[in-house]
């Protein structure tokens, strides 16, 4: 102990003003690291992105397809995106709750009182969180191609598209993260997150064509973020195409990480 | 930027209101360096409001605070490096392992794998918590997760260290072993910045002692100053023999100059003493005098005699009144001194 002690450094030492960028990468990195930890110590975390995407993309083929497409097999190509994309979200909206749950914890008090940046606590989760991302969408796809899913798009189409909806998934989670942050509980982001995520994921050509909606639907599905990832794999997966659908999706998810990061980042260090 | 002034810790005229409740109501702090200083005061006293403020854990509503010259409101970034927090609630991830948990500290501060791993084994070794090393928090007793919340607030060596309440709710062994640990702290030369409920600790561990009552700070002085304005210390004697109260009173009369309070049914004396010292002539009197006792022991006034004198109330939370070992008693058997 006596060594230890001895060691201290005087107050005179050099303060920097900011941590620099290099450091916030590598702050971001370890909290990645953190949250990778506790997922692999707490498998339930892998339920939503496992479970779901089975269930649902087997459930909502055999149920919808014959009604929708005329038989299984052709509304293949409609399904599999639109879950690809339903299922980003869903894993997304975790990001809030524990998020939430987690700062109600102890240890988010030793990270206020560190000398890192700000964005680290939230930002590394979400880097972590681009493994759940990556299980549902290659299960989904898996499933998929078991049930006959033969993607126009090939090899590259299909992975353009496993790489979006990843990428969409990490974007989304930024609003999430910024509901954990402004909400009190945990409860309280998971009502909100289902109150944004459900007429996100339906009011989408997800799983029915937009012409069947009513034409006031078709407004809000029209300037849907998640039409615009649901379009863009459709084109990717299905034709192998980057149409202008691709362009506006990682447009539309950026546009949702340049607003909803920010937002975060203020409304957790407001309230230190 | 470095910091070049004497004090550690300057604060002036802090204020924190939570919706209309002010629960820090302009506190001043003066904190040299190198000293401990204690922060004494009653649950909900504001005690955790004030040291989260000056740790950049809370907004300083009014007011103004400098950690080694820095302004908090202006520097947080730069008022972190100076300062190791330890809450009043272990601030550890409870899934993660002691180890896992002070390495991922340490990679935070900038060290490398390498060296957060060694700073980690180090601490561990220091704090007595090698063999829990591998071990989940979720499994730690309470002793055992303050004293890794301590270590993981000293992996940055500090000059500046804030503890809060570090032993309420710890047996009293554990709580001797934190108080070991605290004072190695100090000989190392860092500057504490302790809050508690007890007299005993502040008294045991702080060079200077700031009483806060309801976010005002009602007195503020070295332990004996505190004590000696409240009052004096009593020796409680219990006789053998019940009958010679009135003769042990004239006895301690003669030697302290004041008429002792008595419970004669019971066999008991009790003597104010201005000194503690002043205990060992009035049992050496007794002695001469032939009057044998079966327990003797001498009370510093408690937190909440402090209190009294100091606010004209007592410390509403029955908890805070007393310390649970009672160790501010220096108790003195009678075969020691006959
Ligand atoms: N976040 C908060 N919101 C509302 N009231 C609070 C909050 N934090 C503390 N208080 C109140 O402020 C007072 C002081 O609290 P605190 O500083 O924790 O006291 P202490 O640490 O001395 O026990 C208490 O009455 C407490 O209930
Ligand atoms: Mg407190």
């Known amino acids: 102990m006596a060594a230890l002690i001895s060691t201290y450094a005087v107050a005179d030492r050099p303060l920097k003003a900011r941590p620099g960028v290099g450091e916030t990468i590598s702050q971001t990195l370890t909290m990645a690291r953190r949250a990778y930890i506790k997922m692999m ?23 919808f397809g014959g009604a929708i497409s005329g038989d299984v097999k052709s509304y293949l190509p409609t399904i599999i995106t639109g879950i690809l994309a339903q299922t980003a979200l869903t894993a997304s909206m975790a990001r809030g709750t524990q998020l939430r749950e987690d700062m109600d914890k102890g240890v988010f008090d030793r990270f206020k009182a560190l000398p890192i940046a700000r964005i680290a606590p939230l930002a590394g989760p979400a880097v ?13 796809i898996v499933v998929g191609l078991l049930m006959g899913y033969r993607p126009g798009g090939g090899v590259g189409g299909v992975l353009a598209g496993w790489a979006l909806t990843i990428f969409a998934g990490w974007s989304l989670s930024w609003i999430f993260t910024w509901l954990g942050t402004v909400l009190k509980t945990a409860g309280g982001v998971q009502g909100l997150g289902m109150m944004i995520m459900f007429p996100l994921t339906f009011l989408s050509p997800a799983f029915v064509p937009k012409e069947t909606m009513p034409d006031w639907l078709q407004h809000f599905v029209d300037v849907n973020p998640v039409t615009l990832v649901i379009n863009a794999t459709r084109d990717l997966m299905n034709a192998g195409d980057v149409t202008m659908s691709v362009v506006w999706a990682l447009v539309g998810c950026a546009a949702v990480v340049a607003i909803f990061a920010p937002l975060s980042v203020w409304s957790y260090s407001k309230k230190l | 930027m470095t910091t070049t002034t004497e004090l550690a810790v300057s604060a002036s005229g802090l204020v924190k209101t939570f919706g209309d409740f002010t629960a820090v109501d302009g506190i001043d702090l003066e904190i040299r360096r190198g000293e401990v200083f204690g922060v004494l005061g009653p649950n909900g006293a504001g005690k955790t409001t004030t040291l989260k403020m000056l740790a950049t854990l809370l907004p300083i509503d009014a007011g103004k605070a400098e950690i080694f010259g820095v302004d908090v409101k202006a520097h947080p970034h730069q008022v972190r490096q100076l300062v190791g927090v330890t809450g009043q609630y272990a601030s550890v991830d409870e899934n993660l392992t002691a180890t896992e948990n002070l390495v991922l500290f340490g990679r935070l501060l900038g060290m490398s794998g390498k060296a957060a791993r060694a700073a980690s084994e180090e601490l561990l070794e220091s704090f007595g918590l090698q063999e829990a090393a591998k071990r989940q928090i979720s499994k730690f007793s309470g002793g055992m997760r303050r004293r890794l919340d301590l270590a993981a607030s000293l992996l940055s060596r500090p000059p500046l260290i804030f503890l809060d309440e570090p032993t309420t709710g710890l047996d009293p062994r554990t709580r001797g072993q934190m108080w070991d640990t605290i004072r190695t702290l100090v000989a190392g030369g860092s500057t504490v910045l302790l809050t508690t409920q007890y007299l005993d600790e502040a008294d045991q561990l702080a060079d200077r002692i700031a009483v806060i009552d309801r976010g005002v700070k009602v007195a503020e002085g070295t332990s004996e100053q505190l004590k000696t304005s409240v009052g004096n210390s009593t020796l409680h004697l219990r006789l053998s023999d019940k009958t010679q109260v009135a003769t042990a009173a004239a006895v301690v009369e003669k030697v302290t100059g004041d008429r002792p309070v008595l419970t004669p049914e019971a066999g008991g004396v009790n003597v104010p003493l201005a000194d503690a010292d002043r205990a060992a002539d009035v049992l050496i009197g007794l002695r001469h005098a032939g009057i044998s006792i079966t327990t003797a022991n001498v009370q510093q006034p408690t937190l909440d005699e402090v209190f009294l004198a100091l606010t004209g109330h007592g410390t509403d939370s029955p908890e805070s009144a007393v310390s649970p070992d009672n160790s501010v008693n220096s108790d003195i058997h009678t075969e020691e001194v006959a």
């Open chain 1, 41 to 63: 110590r707490n498998p339930e975390q892998f339920f939503d992105v496992t479970i779901q995407p089975l269930l649902f993309t087997a459930m909502f083929a055999y149920i």
């Open chain 1, 128 to 140: 972590a969180d681009l493994l759940r991302y990556g299980i549902a969408a290659t299960l989904t």
